[in-house]
């Protein structure tokens, strides 16, 4: 989530964020990953039905591109179209500059979402 | 004074007997518990290993699964039944990427949904690097399923949960 997030810092998770509403797109999240303590930070540009593509590093949302001000790193990554479940959103990190093999990024169930980092 | 003598040796012999019946008999929640260090084990590699340690932790990688283990992996495009020396063959060419490794489990959760079959929730870290010099730090959430077979218990399945579906 670089340079929105340092990697491997200490952020604090509002658990409640989440408990009467559903994640919207640019917000910043928390997914549990692995079991009670590994958590990633992500930002969720995909909401449940829509579609989500890479075309030569830019975002596309059911066929429109997506203004990313966050993105500091341009990528020239390639994703074919693919509709995200329902109950699900689709997180992509900050930090864009590694390949695309490289980075943590898809489509995560609402459960895995447990809250919004404070700061 | 020898009644309170002999009280203290009876107490002293019962509470060696429960340590010993602790130490030698472990649940069955211990012993699966023991797979997995194991598995542990015999994945982590050093650097410089030999031919002759590396077939062995080989050989214990293989013994430590059934005649045959579903895997789910598909990060790594693994899934389906794997016989025993097929599961030796990728133990042997996953560990041949690495320099050194390290595999360690945490969290580990137990139950025992059937008789003779133990399901376990954990966590997977891998460390090390790769023979190109490129650092690995992965981590997994994962589930695994343990079959009792004359008396031992071999790995019989092994899912990596898919957190983040592309």
Known sequence: ?119 | MVKIKYLIVALLIVMVGISATFLFFPSEEKKVKKRFALLSEHMSKDSGENTFIMANKIKGISALFGENCNFTVSDYSLSGNYTREEISGIALRGRAHFSTLVLKFYDLKGSFPEKDLAQVNLIARLTGKSVYGEHVDETHELICLLKKVEKKWLFSSLEVIEVLKR
């Not at chain 1, 596309?60 to 990554?77: I, S």
Request: glycine residues 8%; charged residues 25%; aromatic residues 12%.
């Open chain 1, 1 to 119: 989530m670089e340079p929105t997030y340092r990697s491997r810092g200490v952020n604090f998770c509002w658990r409640l964020r989440y408990l009467f509403s559903k994640p919207t797109r640019h917000d910043v999240v928390v997914v549990r990953f692995a079991g009670s303590k590994v958590m990633l930070l992500k930002r969720v540009v995909g909401l449940e039905g829509e579609q989500v593509e890479f075309r030569d590093g830019k975002l596309f949302v059911n066929g429109n591109p997506l203004e990313e001000p966050y993105v500091r790193h341009p990528c020239n990554w390639n994703l074919s179209p693919r509709k995200v479940d329902n109950h699900c959103v689709y997180v992509v990190g900050d930090n864009r500059s590694m390949p695309i093999e490289n980075h943590y990024f898809g489509q995560t169930s609402m459960e895995r979402i447990m809250g919004e980092p404070l700061w």
